[in-house]
């Protein structure tokens, strides 16, 4: 049966953005053999809040940067389908590098240990 929200959410045009934007998630899931449950996981969702968000049709522009974050790509790229590189001049990577702080435990110490190792070898 299908409920008065549901049927609300159906017409209304951001809903089908979102549904758009999902299947492009579920691809890039798909290519790399990973599941929800990891996609969920790795950007500190819990299960209830990343299923209710795709079943209100309404992801943040922060939540989308949060998914493409856990993927390791730019967000423009979320929003292709897999294997596909192909992008338009306006959508493509900035020329200029930029190096985010690391987001994860596992990154942090990881860049720890290698300063660590860094200052131990300039002290021999």
Same mark, same amino acid.
């Given at each position: 049966? &299908?409920?008065?929200?549901? +049927? ?9 953005? !979102?549904?758009? =934007?999902? #299947?492009?998630?579920? @691809? ?5 053999? =990973? ?23 309404? &992801?943040?522009?922060? !939540?989308?940067?949060? /998914?493409? #974050? @856990? ?18 001049? /306006?959508?493509?990577?900035? @020329?200029?590098?930029?190096? #985010? ?7 942090? &110490?990881?860049? =720890? ?6 200052? +131990?070898? $300039? =002290? $021999?």
């Amino acid at each position: 049966m &299908v409920s008065a929200l549901d +049927k609300e959410q159906e017409t209304r045009p951001q809903h089908t953005a !979102v549904l758009e =934007l999902k #299947a492009l998630v579920d @691809a890039h899931l798909t290519a790399r053999k =990973l599941t929800d449950v990891w996609l969920y996981t790795r950007m500190g969702m819990s299960k209830g809040s990343y299923y209710d968000m795709w079943r209100r049709g309404s &992801v943040r522009v922060d !939540v989308q940067g949060d /998914i493409a #974050a @856990a993927f390791d790509m730019p967000m423009w790229k979320l929003l292709q389908q897999p294997g596909s590189e192909e992008a338009s001049s /306006i959508a493509s990577e900035p @020329a200029a590098t930029y190096q #985010a702080r690391p987001r994860y435990l596992e990154e942090r &110490v990881a860049d =720890l240990e290698r300063e660590l190792q860094a200052l +131990k070898s $300039k =002290l $021999k």
